[in-house]
């Protein structure tokens, strides 16, 4: 300060709280002082009640015997493996009912959206009670009742309902299907699987670059279509069809053999999925909504065909809207997954934060485990959303 | 007989529409059968109502048993009308005090009644603004929350009543509207700190929305519920309620900061310079120029997490408080009654369906009411 500012002439201590730069300094350094004296005080606490009851705080017990059996585990494991492998098997349990609801929810909000926007007056009023009715009542509810009906209504495995000649059995118990056992020779299905896709990306690469220079249109739809998928169907009979299935077959009381669904697995899989698909079905509709009529008019007033048109105009715009609270969705039903300490599906929450933590009574590092987990997850989808939104940022001048 | 006629030209009569157009038969064919994809859903549609509604409708209403004094004279009762047994809503009907009142003493239930009605009478002023005496309706609210709280804990005149007999319904509203109350104020202040120019203040407000929305629900309740007492000094006990309505309220906060801050970020930048401008002091303007632009855009945001905190509150029964699921469940341990697990479910559905509904409707009229655009 120069010795001619009048300021000068004010105390110090009065600029601190009325000068305005001085004044967001004073508050943030207030601020940031309460929260550290916060943290302080409860991490200090923490320190004192652990050394009281002599706990400390460490992982160490991650690598003791869990002593605990779970019952749907795509890893190897039994009650003698470690704690950290019991989280890992709850992990994937978390992932596997994730994926699978973000795939079917995404197609049955697909679907519902669209239909919500149907001419057809009946169609429409169906989807709108459905709607309705799934998002006004709560996840945990859906959840139980699904998990109500599968285990209540579904009959014991003697008397399972087939559906699809012998290929799914519906019980009380779960569900079986046949499962694939894959002999040696599929690799050459699983690389022409992957020779498909190459060729696709390059392919519409190709055909753009002939579009743009000839104006010349390639059916890109249909000969990705033959590469994804003809192209591997046809080496599968080539290589002599390398895959047989294990049928599923009712033994004493229950069947043996086979893929089986738990019932706690398609109750949370069902429910979070229909729950979902209503939120996204939402979405969907706005997103629709939100492209004005003029889109479509003047994609045919330059002789775009329809199909063209929703392709080129409508979807794309349509995305840029529907995506952002679609990511959001799809985080909600991986956070709402941990619901399924309810009906007893053992997932990250489940394993780690419920019965190891009861086992062992390391609240701490077990919280610390799961919430860190979760919050690696949500990063994870905002790092995406992020680049994303970059990337679609209308250009404007 | 000749069926031509002639008129001058120009004074032709309108001629009425065709009747295959209008009334019953042109609605249906235009919104049903417009087209061959329309006729397909249409049928389609009808098969899968015709499939679904009449179990639905039997189990629900027509084989269903209103009065019996147990899960086998429900059974009786329906054999004797001829019929399988749908639901046994006898069942809710004999518990049904306790899914609203929980464990409150049966001789204290007046205060919770007392309480109910305290808080509708408290809501109106804030809800609609064309009721009579709105200004001392206003006051009103501010001052029932405490009025309710003294109500139902006791003391000062009244027998005390610990918070673990609270239960059902009442626990439910205890939660959400608590939770609501008390997340809006705090998410407008985050959302606020979010958008503010002190990078202190900034990175604290995103650090706590971004951990709180990272997280499930559960998993804090968890926290709450099993390790919050390591960090508080030694020898405190925190009510276990008490820590579930922090919790909650912290948690739907982070949301509602989120609401808000969209909300503010559709406000163009001319407004608060134009405040500026103005000579307004930074609260003055949020007060007077920007909150409330803010907020009437996030009305439907702000709504939307309200529904979601309130249907979140049935998680609690995870950590062991006993809403209406958790009542229903307790009472399924009765020999009497065992088995009726989806009764309870259907019941509680239809509550949060009709509560969470009414507030979507809310809502909707009040963007209505509010929006003042062209």
Known sequence: MTTADTSSERSLLYRLFNDKELRSVTIQVITMALILAFFFFIVSNAVTNLETIGKGYSFSFLWDASNYDINQ????????????R????????????????????????????????????????????????????????????????????????KNALMAFDGTLFLTNRGFYTPKPLFE????AVLIAFVIGIGFTIWFKRYAKKVQDATGKIYPVLWISLGAIILFPIVVFFLAGMPLTFEYPELKGFNFKGGLVLRPEFVALWLALSLYTAAFIAEIV??????????????????GIKPSRTMSLVIIPQALRVIIPPLSSQYLN??????????????????????????????????????????????????????????RMKLVER | MSTEQSYPVGEHPSLPPPTSEVGIIGWVRHNLFSSTTNIVITVLTIYLLYVILPPLLNWIIFDAVFSADSRDDCRAIAKAGGHELGACWAFIGKRFEIFVYGFYPVEERWRINLSFFLMLAALLPVLFDHIAYRKQGLWFSLIAPFVIGWL????????????????????????????????????????????????????????????????????LLFVASTMLNYFLPPGTTFDLLLRVL?????????????????????????????????????????RLIILPQALKISIPGIVNTFIGLYKDTTLVIIIGLFDPLGMGRASLADTKWQGLSTEIYVFVAIFFFVSCFSMARYSLYLEKKLHTGH
Request: with cysteine; charged share 10%; hydrophobic share 55%.
């Open chain 2, 246 to 286: 922090i919790m909650v309220t912290l948690f739907s906060a982070a949301y509602i900061a989120e609401v808000i801050r969209g909300g503010l970020q559709a406000l163009p930048k001319g407004q608060i310079e134009a405040a500026d401008s103005m000579g307004l002091k930074y609260w003055q303007s949020m």
């Open chain 1, 184 to 187: 040696p020779a599929m690799w």
């Open chain 1, 285 to 302: 509709r706005a997103g629709i909504q939100a492209i004005s009529h003029g889109q479509t008019e003047a994609a045919f007033a330059l």
């Open chain 2, 152 to 219: 139902l804990l006791g003391g000062m005149g009244l027998t005390p009543v610990s918070t673990d007999k609270f239960g059902g319904f009442m626990l439910t509203l205890v939660i959400g509207v608590t939770g609501i109350v008390g997340s809006l104020p705090l998410g407008i202040a985050l959302a606020l700190g979010r958008q503010s120019h002190m990078p202190a203040m900034r990175m604290v407000c995103v650090a706590f929305i971004e951990f709180i929305r990272g997280v499930p629900l559960i998993t």
């Open chain 1, 73 to 84: 585990h795509l890893i190897e494991y039994n009650s003698q493996s470690p704690h950290w």
């Open chain 1, 86 to 157: 019991a989280a890992l098997v709850g992990l994937i349990n978390t992932l596997l009912v994730a994926v699978a609801g973000i795939i079917l929810s995404t197609i049955v909000g697909f679907l519902l959206g669209v239909l919500r926007l149907s001419s057809n007056w009946l169609i429409n009023r169906v989807v709108y009670v459905y709607i309705e009715y799934v998002r006004n009542v709560p996840v945990l509810l859906h959840i139980l009742l699904v998990h109500g009906i599968v285990v209540n209504t579904l009959p014991i495995p």
């Open chain 1, 333 to 390: 039903i991986t956070k709402n997954s941990s619901l399924a300490i309810a009906i007893g599906y053992m997932d990250i929450v489940a394993t780690i934060g419920g019965i190891s933590l009861n086992q062992t009574g390391r609240e701490m590092e077990c919280m610390t485990i799961v919430l860190s987990i979760y919050l690696m997850f949500s990063l994870l989808i905002s790092a995406f959303m992020n680049w994303y939104n970059k």
